[in-house]
């Protein structure tokens, strides 16, 4: 079943997913890798506009055997025909991160330009079904030159 319209996407979040991601490391072509859980939850159930969203993982890279475990949290909230993102923890806690904007398609998303100190984050969403979905993030600035991919699974209960 495809998803059709911003609002479907968006509840369609609500759940439980793994998650799998590459971190391309585009001046030194050096990949490193990470895994873990992600999960999303309505703040408050007279309010389905805002989803809590955590991820905790753990980082391999690939110089050294040197694992790292990460957790990381925003709030997703769904205003008109855009999902913003929050983020939720850090001494950044409470700024916006992205807008995703929809294309054309109905399926895909463009984040807006975020600013975290000297580096530019840049995304995009693909939304495949209520199933599955990818992201793609750019990250550059004076000591930051990387692409990410991640792609998320749903876990059916």
Known sequence: MSIKSIKEIFNSLEGSW???REIKNLTTDVLDFANGKASFTFLDK??????????????????????????RKYIYQL??????????DGITKGELFQSLIPLDDGSSFVGTEHVCRLDLHNGKYFFK????FDTEY????????LEIKSVYTKIEN
């Open 138 to 145: 750019t990250v550059k600035g004076s000591n930051s030159n």
């Open 46 to 71: 007279t309010d389905y506009n805002s989803l809590y969203y955590e991820e905790t993982g753990v980082l391999s890279l690939s110089n050294s055997s040197k694992k790292i475990n990460f957790t």
């Open 18 to 20: 793994l998650f799998d």
């Open 129 to 132: 079904n209520e199933l599955s």
């Open 79 to 88: 205003k008109d025909d855009t999902i913003h993102i929050i983020l939720n």
